[in-house]
């Protein structure tokens, strides 16, 4: 276990080739602290140095909120709190590099940066109170051009749009039907099928699916933008970061009250 201010994360070692790993922030609806994600990039860390070919990942199963996303008290001191080299986006980078199959296990609501940690993982197996939420239009936070890549990878377009242009969650009826999750199944029923599907795979040639894994990263990552359109988004996001809408998003969030943005 790896105690955090703000959060644990706990690993299981199920056999030699199957990791249970569980995070943990109960008073703050598992939000990811960026203390919580170093301590989780650790643990994947040290898993794939243990070449344990296949990862189980997942807060505790039974809770209302699977995680909050990011914890906001921390965006009051970080403006961009999902760029390149935070601790959110390192740890997806970990996943999405890990030589091996990680499976996430969602029971419970999935928001913001949440949704991202789930869809960075290989495999998603989820019951019926799972939905997945993409809020940073309520604060007024740009998302990444990297993290969109996900979703679009993953998502029809006007799905995606429909998720970060309301913020209104996406179901796990609907989730399963555009094939966000892999296998929807009843709570009783959830570990069990966590743990068969990752037994089937632990059984298989571990090079082999690491080989392909790695090549599907690559493949996804081949998306060639020009210096220009780099450029012009992170001024973008440079706007949208530094905005008075931002301020106002973050203040409205902590007074729970609806924000009011002027577009500045």
Sequence with gaps: MNPTSSGTVTVNIVDERIARVVFSNPTHRNALS?????????SLAALALQRVPVVILGSEVGQPVWSAGHDIRELQHDR????????????????RAYPGVVIALISGSVWGGAVDL???????????????????????????TSGLLRFFNNLPIHVLKEMFFTAQKLD?????????INR???????????????????????LAIAAVKEQLRILEDLQPMPVQAMEQIAELRRQACESADFTEGLAAFTERRPAVFSGN
């Design 172 to 180: 796990a009826e609907r989730a399963e039907r555009f094939g966000v």
């Design 34 to 42: 960026a203390q919580l994600l170093a301590s989780l990039d650790e």
């Design 184 to 206: 929807l199944v009843n709570s009783d029923a959830l570990e069990t099928t966590a743990l068969d599907m990752a037994q089937g795979i632990a059984g298989k040639a571990p």
């Design 118 to 144: 789930a869809m960075s993982c290989d495999l998603v197996v989820a019951d019926h109170s799972a939905s997945f939420a993409m809020t940073p239009a309520n604060i007024g936070l740009p998302y990444t």
């Design 80 to 95: 961009d709190p999902i760029a390149y080299g935070k601790p959110l986006e390192q740890v997806l980078r970990r996943i």
